[in-house]
């Protein structure tokens, strides 16, 4: 090798570094921006975070990596493309879902391509249904099946390039898991203003007895009640004062907050999964069991599983691409 090739090829990869190295601190950046802006009150709050962050994206990456695809969402590969089928009832509601995406701006370094990339994601339904089954050259009716469906069709991350669709998704997984985080943190803020009402309303109630013990209370309910009522109010807001220490303590502040974040950041497979999802339909859209001889066209996709219980059913595709006009 030639030392001119040498250097211009050690100067590449000093490139790629720094530029990925750029790249992890602006998602740093991002990840506290999305949380809690103050986050970077915290003495060296990049060193902190940027371990978790740098964890993420790398998972980020090997989610993507299970993604099927890219189909060729064509509205004349509709008869012969057994996702499409499924997931679209007509080429017409292709061509409408596609032609509904928006602009996607052209890259600078390349032609101009009506092609275009992007995830597309839906909800899978099931429903049990009664319907006809061929078994060989019997045809069977008011079947037990299982329908299914797929619903609420979006595109995500739609993008010129196919490169670029996967960068703009690690973004994506960023910014839900910090979603998480932010929800864990409100949900903390949240307890501890319930917590300080609920010990607030008791403070009234027990001043309240207090100041008529002596008084028209006892006729009602004679003193050992009212006693035993007032330690009763008594312990419950020991209980509460408590928990909203306990809750505050667990919230705490911008260092605290920053913990929440680099905790769920650092171990994103316990909030963010990717599973494959592969379904034998037959042309009704009926499942089909493995062992069956009914025809069925098997399906591959995958399915983004959130902590929350979200289920998005998810392909690559690339498309035609069609500009409105200016």
């Known amino acids: 090798m030639k030392i001119t090739e040498f250097l211009a090829g050690l100067m590449e990869h000093r490139r790629d570094a720094r530029k990925a190295e750029e790249g992890l601190l602006a998602a740093v950046e991002t990840a506290a921006a999305l949380v809690d802006p103050k986050i970077r009150w915290v003495s060296d709050y990049r060193r902190k975070l940027t371990p ?31 996702v499409l089928r499924a997931v679209f009832s ?23 391509d009506p092609r275009r990339y992007a995830l597309l994601t839906m909800t899978r339904q099931e429903r049990s249904v009664f319907g006809v089954q061929l078994e060989g050259d019997i045809v069977r009716r008011d079947v037990a099946r299982t329908a299914v469906n797929f619903v609420d069709l979006r595109l995500v991350a739609p993008a010129a390039m196919e490169a670029e669709t996967r960068e703009h998704l690690r973004g994506r997984a960023l ?17 501890a203003q319930e917590l300080g009402e609920q010990r607030e309303l008791l403070q009234i109630k027990l001043k309240i007895r207090e100041s008529g013990r002596n008084g028209l209370s006892v ?14 109010a008594q312990s419950a807001l020991a209980d509460i004062t408590r928990e909203i220490a306990a809750t505050k303590a667990e919230l705490g502040g911008p260092a605290e907050c920053l913990e929440h974040v680099r905790r769920i950041l650092a171990h994103p497979e316990e909030y963010l999964r990717v599973e494959p999802l592969r379904l034998r339909l037959s042309p009704l859209g009926f499942k089909v069991a493995a062992e069956s001889t009914e025809p069925a066209a098997e399906l591959e996709l995958c399915e983004f599983k959130v902590r929350e219980g ?17």
């Open 52 to 82: 978790a962050v740098a964890r993420t994206l790398e998972y980020a990456d090997e989610l993507i990596a299970k993604i099927p695809g890219p189909v060729d969402a064509h509205p004349e590969r509709w008869d012969h493309d057994p």
């Open 90 to 112: 007509s080429p017409e509601e292709l061509l409408l879902t596609f032609n509904s995406c928006p602009d996607v701006p052209e890259p600078l370094a390349a032609p101009a």
């Open 175 to 191: 910014a839900v898991l910090c979603a998480t985080a932010m929800d864990r943190i409100l949900a903390l803020r949240s307890r």
């Open 219 to 232: 006729l009602m309910c004679g003193s050992k009640a009212c006693d035993a009522e007032m330690v009763r």
């Open 310 to 326: 979200l289920h998005r059913a998810a392909v690559f595709v690339h498309f035609t691409h069609r500009r409105t006009p200016a």
